[in-house]
C-alpha cells in the first residue's frame, strides 16, 4: 500500500510560483495514473492535473498554460510546478494514485483513488 506526502506549498504573491512535490513511500512505476487535486473552503475537491496511463497529461482548464505536472520515477516523486498564480489558486493540495481499474483517468478524476496524501495548503494573496 502506497503511501503519499505532500510538500512544497506556502504562501505567495498572486503571479509568484510554487513547485508541489508528492513523495510515495512505494515506487511510482506501478501507479497507473497519478494527480493532483485541490480544494478550497467550502468547495468540492477537485482535479487540477493528471498524468495518463500513457503518460500524457490532462490539467483542468483553470490551470492549463500556468502549471505543469510530471514525475520523477527514480525519485519516486510526483510534482506540480504552478506560476502565475492567482487568489482563486488558493486552497488544499492534494496528490493521489489510482492503480487498478479498465479507465484509471476517469477514475482518478472521479476521486475515486487507492491512495491519497495528507494536503498541502496553498495561499495566494
Known amino acids: 500500500h502506497v503511501q503519499l506526502v505532500e510538500s512544497g506549498g506556502g504562501s505567495v504573491q498572486a503571479g509568484g510560483s510554487l513547485r508541489l512535490s508528492c513523495a510515495a513511500s512505494g515506487s511510482l512505476y506501478g501507479l497507473w495514473c497519478v494527480g493532483w487535486f485541490r480544494q478550497a473552503p467550502g468547495k468540492e475537491r477537485q482535479g487540477v492535473a493528471r498524468i495518463n496511463r500513457d503518460g500524457s497529461t490532462t490539467y483542468d482548464d483553470s490551470v492549463k498554460g500556468r502549471s505543469t505536472i510530471s514525475r520523477d520515477n527514480a525519485k519516486n516523486t510526483l510534482y506540480l510546478q504552478m506560476n502565475s498564480l492567482k487568489p482563486d489558486d488558493t486552497a488544499m493540495y492534494y496528490c493521489?494514485?489510482?492503480?487498478?481499474?479498465?479507465?484509471?483517468?476517469?477514475?482518478?478524476?472521479?476521486?475515486?483513488?487507492?491512495?491519497w496524501g495528507q494536503g498541502t495548503q496553498v495561499t495566494v494573496s
Open positions: 493521489a494514485a489510482r492503480a487498478r481499474g479498465f479507465d484509471c483517468e476517469s477514475d482518478i478524476w472521479s476521486l475515486r483513488t487507492d491512495a
